[in-house]
């Protein structure tokens, strides 16, 4: 989905002028922060994450109680492919508010890049607890679990990512996929095969055959498998 913060920002949160500016509502102040704040999503849609990062970083020094800021700040970051700094930012989110849905997908999804998978799962499965989902988490607990070998879990959890999405999400091709890997590997190729023709369907384009291909020989069938790449490669 990577604490880039000044040790000393820390102690920033319990300075009384500026928290007290806040509370009493500094109108020009508000409307400032609010559109670096759009200014800075913008760059992050744009793929401009760094300078996003500087603007992010100088909101967070006027305002580090601004959760929003801080959710921007680790999707800049998440674009980066910094985790670790991903990580700390949602870490400073979660000082403010523990169950916050955000921080807590961010610290997931950067633990999941990083390959701390058990770690991963377990921020999911907290987030779940605590907060109604889409589809999105449960595809990525569901590639959590299957990295980690545990192909049941991760069947329940690609099946609920399915039923979420009705259809519609714009991951349904990546939840499509992950269904038939995790049904290869548990040794069920017809259904593998039908979500392979689940994502032809929605993407003409897809290399049916060549996936096709890919999940025979997983399951030994090695004359069927080369028939799915002969056809693959006319």
């Known amino acids: 989905m990577p604490l880039c913060l000044h040790t000393t920002r820390l102690h920033c949160f319990w300075i009384t002028a500026i928290w007290n500016r806040q509370l009493n509502g500094d109108n020009g102040r508000s409307d400032n922060e609010k559109f670096l704040k759009l200014k800075a999503d913008h760059l992050i849609s744009s793929n401009r994450p760094k300078e996003a990062i500087e603007i992010l970083n100088s909101l967070l020094d006027i305002n580090p109680y601004n959760l929003n800021a801080w959710h921007s700040l680790g999707e800049a970051y998440f674009v980066c492919e910094d985790f670790s700094k991903t990580m700390e930012t949602a870490d400073f989110a979660l000082a403010i508010d523990e169950h916050d849905a955000q921080a807590l997908l961010l610290k997931a ?3 999941l890049q990083q390959q701390n998978l058990d770690e991963a799962h377990q921020l999911y499965l907290r987030y779940f607890k605590e907060h109604p989902s889409n589809e999105i988490p449960y595809l990525f607990d569901g590639v959590c ?3 980690l070998e ?3 879990e991760a069947l329940s959890q690609l099946l ?5 999405s009705q259809g519609y999400s714009t991951e349904q091709q990546h939840i499509y996929a992950n269904l038939s890997d995790v049904y290869s590997r548990l040794h069920d190729t017809d259904k593998a095969f039908g979500y392979i023709d689940k994502i032809k369907e929605i993407n003409p384009d897809y290399e049916a055959d ?4 890919h999940i025979l020989m997983q399951n030994d069938i090695e004359n069927e498998a080369l ?3 002969n056809t693959f490669s006319q």
């Open 227 to 229: 028939e799915c790449y």
């Open 160 to 164: 609920k990512a399915e039923e979420l």
């Open 210 to 213: 060549l996936y096709k291909g």
């Open 109 to 111: 999804n950067s633990l």
């Open 150 to 152: 545990r192909y049941d």
């Open 145 to 147: 679990l299957s990295a």
